[in-house]
């Protein structure tokens, strides 16, 4: 319990390998005191209810769980939520935090990597301050920063931009933007796709950026299969693309 009669709102990283075939032992991903905070934990606010007991079963296995699966009070942002993002202030979390001000302590858990961080979760946070509930980060891994630190790109100034647009001519020209920012500020500039549409975001950079600029792609990170790579897009052009429609990735863009 916390401090007072209000429990507090833990942000549980999960493992990356959200969604693989083969799962890495849960000590190489997660320190042992996460892992012993997810165990003690009873309630949760996730993305999906079945990705949450999913990863409360590896837990177990590392640690005991202070209550059974089965019994582990866990509900789901609403899917407009976590499929259009909830950073803007248009959902009120309030009510997900009930059993806070009732002094349980609170997991947030995303499917993969920091809750809140190119993930779900921000409206749980900003729910969690205005009601007067301790926000605690926990450790664990986070893809863009992995991702970042790999690339030899600027981590001194860098941004995070989300998605690009679907449309090819929108995705063009904001990859241009993008590209006129990097190279003129020296601020990477970092987004993420959904997996499927790779081979489309990969072809329109080889085909929007200059020659000299650089493109670092990072997929797979902390599993076997990780790769992280940084070179010049016409460098890049000589080779086959690095990542399959099939594969979550980081993408950045810089000088």
Known sequence: MSRGSHGRLYLVPAPLDFGCAVQGPLLQVLPAG??????????WICENAKSARAL???VGEVQPLAAPVREQAIVELPRDVHKKGDHEGGFDARPLLAPALEGHDVGLLSEAGMPAVADPGASVVRAAHQLGVEVVPLVGPAALLLALAGSG????NFAFVGYL????????????ELEALALRTGQTQMFIETPYRNAAVWDALLKALQPATRVCVASGLTLPQAMVRTLPVNAWRQQPAPVANDT????????
């Not at 996460?34 to 309630?43: D, G, K, P, Q, Y």
């Not at 790109?153 to 001194?156: E, S």
């Not at 647009?165 to 241009?176: D, K, N, V």
């Open 248 to 255: 979550p990735a980081v993408f950045a863009i810089g000088r």
């Open 165 to 176: 647009p679907q449309e090819a001519a929108a995705r063009t020209q904001r990859l241009r």
């Open 56 to 58: 409360l079963k590896r």
């Open 153 to 156: 790109l600027n981590g001194q």
């Open 34 to 43: 996460t892992i012993e905070v997810a165990a003690r934990l009873t309630h």
